[in-house]
């Protein structure tokens, strides 16, 4: 006698329709708000020598945060540059909002 095998199968989650437009935005997302890129820029924009005193080290939210060695190169950089600065950051990324530069002691 054999046995009937029953479909024990069933639905565990959502629906890969439902699911996939979200996950592509999320991708779309990461890809254009590229933060690496974005830090990546920063030595290139003030050059080896600034670059070796101020590390860009996140970018979140449309911030980027720069630690920097000194609080005479924070001051240079935070009253005098940082105008100058974000608005080559915001002509390079056209794409991406970059709201603010922060500078840290660290």
């Given at each position: 006698m054999k046995k009937e095998r029953k479909d024990?199968?069933?639905?565990?989650s959502k629906r890969l329709d439902a699911l996939l437009p979200k996950f592509?935005?999320?991708?779309?997302?990461?890809?254009?708000?590229?933060?690496?890129?974005?830090?990546?820029y920063w030595k290139e924009l003030v050059g080896d020598n600034i670059a070796?005193?101020?590390?860009?080290?996140?970018?979140?939210?449309g911030v980027?945060?720069?630690?920097?060695?000194?609080?005479?190169?924070?001051?240079?950089?935070?009253?005098?540059?940082?105008?100058?600065?974000?608005s080559e950051f915001k002509k390079k990324f056209t794409g991406i909002l970059i709201?603010?530069?922060a500078f840290r002691i660290g």
């Open positions: 024990t199968t069933f639905l565990t592509l935005c999320a991708i779309e997302e990461r890809r254009h708000n590229r933060p690496d890129e974005v830090i990546g070796s005193m101020a590390r860009a080290v996140t970018f979140e939210k980027l945060f720069v630690a920097v060695q000194n609080s005479t190169l924070l001051s240079l950089l935070a009253r005098q540059e940082k105008k100058r600065l974000l709201a603010d530069i």
